[in-house]
């Protein structure tokens, strides 16, 4: 005779205490649709970077245009040749100035930046290493990602310019420092001082001089050092005020950091050798506001160029 198997006890499931989820169904609806446009873009993008005969060549050649070209559509960068200087269907790979468009931001939190020091990204899971600033800072352009204008002429003053969450507009002429530059406006604006992580951070740092816990925040780094022309008193060799790292950036805030971001990158050379040299004078402002870009990049340095160089490893 078979036995009956005994019968399971199953637990009552208790209701949860927990009030149910809020969700606006009108913000969720729109972030899903930006999110569906965006990967359409991306796919189309793909498709078409793939299809042009022009990518067969770099292949040939084994140029960096190539990774740089398609990290762009990767990182959210759109670059579309203005009209009415340039015909509807012209390639923007024909611009004089593409490679250093390229560089200038494959330069710019990419991974692209460890690939050059033949290293692994460090941050290949999670928060990805910034290479979603530039998806972030422009949510309301059409599919979500920084339009970059290319227009002819310029130059003369000019180079380029940024507008707060985007677009941004690049002369065929701009030079890749230039470029940093503007790169530099999005950055503060639409990074640092939007709270967009982890362009903007906020840490304690464990210590509590005079009994207050130290707090490290970008935005507060930000505002105490840039834009300030009382922090220090006299000019440097070079006839630039003490604490400036150009006369350019002497003008604004936002102009302080764009030239510092610039000369971080681009011109290291000349930007440490004026921290030295004004340090020795009595004067950190300089150093402080390198400092903030470091944080930016995690201690990342670079080469005169823009070329990246090492990277010891902090993290915040």
């Given at each position: 005779m078979q036995k009956k198997k005994p019968a399971v006890r199953r637990k009552k499931k208790k209701n949860s205490c927990t009030p149910p989820l809020q969700v606006n169904e009108a913000a969720h609806f729109k972030k899903t649709k930006l999110h569906e446009e965006r990967m359409q873009w991306i796919k189309k993008n793909w498709r078409m970077q793939q299809a042009d005969p022009y990518v067969d060549t770099a292949i040939i050649k084994s140029t960096l245009s190539l990774v740089g070209s398609w990290q762009l559509v990767g990182q959210g960068v759109d670059l579309v040749p203005s009209t009415p200087d340039y015909p509807p269907d012209f390639n923007p790979r024909f611009v004089e100035n593409y490679s250093s468009i390229l560089r200038a931001f494959s330069r710019t939190f990419g991974p692209n930046l460890f690939e050059e020091m033949g290293k692994p990204d460090p941050f290949p899971t999670g928060e990805p290493y910034w290479s979603n600033f530039f998806f972030q800072i422009a949510p309301q352009t059409r599919y979500g990602v920084l339009q970059v204008n290319i227009a002819k002429g310029g130059c003369f003053g000019e180079v380029g310019r940024y507008t707060q969450g985007g677009p941004m507009t690049i002369y065929d002429c701009t030079s890749e420092s230039d470029i940093f530059h503007e790169i530099g406006h999005a950055v503060m604006d639409d990074g640092i001082m939007k709270f967009r992580k982890p362009l903007y951070f906020s840490y304690a740092t464990g210590r509590a001089p005079n009994g207050v816990p130290e707090?490290?925040?970008?935005?507060?780094?930000?505002?105490?050092?840039?834009g300030k022309q009382n922090l220090d008193q006299g000019n440097d060799?070079?006839?630039?005020?003490?604490?400036?790292?150009?006369?350019?950036?002497?003008?604004?805030?936002?102009?302080?950091?764009?030239e510092t971001f610039k000369n971080y990158v681009y011109n290291p050379s000349l930007l440490w050798d004026k921290i030295t040299r004004q340090e020795a004078m009595g004067s950190r402002t300089l150093s402080a506001k390198a400092g903030l870009i470091a944080a930016l990049y995690k201690g990342l340095w670079f080469k005169d160029g823009g070329i990246p160089a090492e990277w010891p490893g902090y993290s915040l």
């Open positions: 707090i490290i925040d970008a935005k507060k780094w930000l505002d105490d050092y840039f060799i070079d006839g630039v005020k003490i604490g400036f790292v150009t006369n350019y950036a002497v003008k604004t805030k936002n102009e302080d950091f764009a």
